[in-house]
Nanobody, 116 residues
Framework: QVQFVESGGGLVQPGGSLRLSCAAS????????MGWYRQAPGKQRELVAS???????NYLDSVKGRFIISRDNAKKILYLQMNSLAPEDTAVYYC??????????WGQGTQVTVSS
C-alpha cells in the first residue's frame, strides 16, 4: 500500500524558512514523478512543486525562486525547502505522485503557518 508521511511544518514568521520532508512507502520511488501539494482553508488543493523521475522540476509561479524540491531516491524521501515564506503560503502541505496519472492515498499532511 502506498503511504506518504509528511513532516517539518510549523509556525514561522514572514521571511522565514522551513524544510518539509515526505517519507514514501512506494515501490519504484525513483521511477515516479513526485510533488508537493498544499491546501489552504476554503481553497482547493494545488500542486506547488514537482520533480520528474529524471530530475526536472516545475513550480507554481507564486513560489518560483523561493521553494526548492528535491528527492533522495535511496531513502525514498521527498523534500521541499521553503524560503522567504509569506502569509499566503499558509496551508497544509502534502506529497503524492505528480504527472504520472495516479495518486496514492493522501497522508495527513503537515501544517505550515506563516504569521507574525
Amino acid at each position: 500500500q502506498v503511504q506518504f508521511v509528511e513532516s517539518g511544518g510549523g509556525l514561522v514568521q514572514p521571511g522565514g524558512s522551513l524544510r518539509l520532508s515526505c517519507a514514501a512507502s512506494v515501490n519504484f520511488f525513483s521511477s515516479n514523478g513526485m510533488g508537493w501539494y498544499r491546501q489552504a482553508p476554503g481553497k482547493q488543493r494545488e500542486l506547488v512543486a514537482s520533480m520528474r523521475s529524471g530530475g526536472s522540476t516545475n513550480y507554481l509561479d507564486s513560489v518560483k525562486g523561493r521553494f526548492i524540491i528535491s528527492r533522495d531516491n535511496a531513502k525514498k524521501i521527498l523534500y521541499l525547502q521553503m524560503n522567504s515564506l509569506a502569509p499566503e503560503d499558509t496551508a497544509v502541505y502534502y506529497c503524492n505522485f505528480a504527472g504520472v496519472g495516479k495518486f496514492g492515498t493522501w497522508g495527513q499532511g503537515t501544517q505550515v503557518t506563516v504569521s507574525s
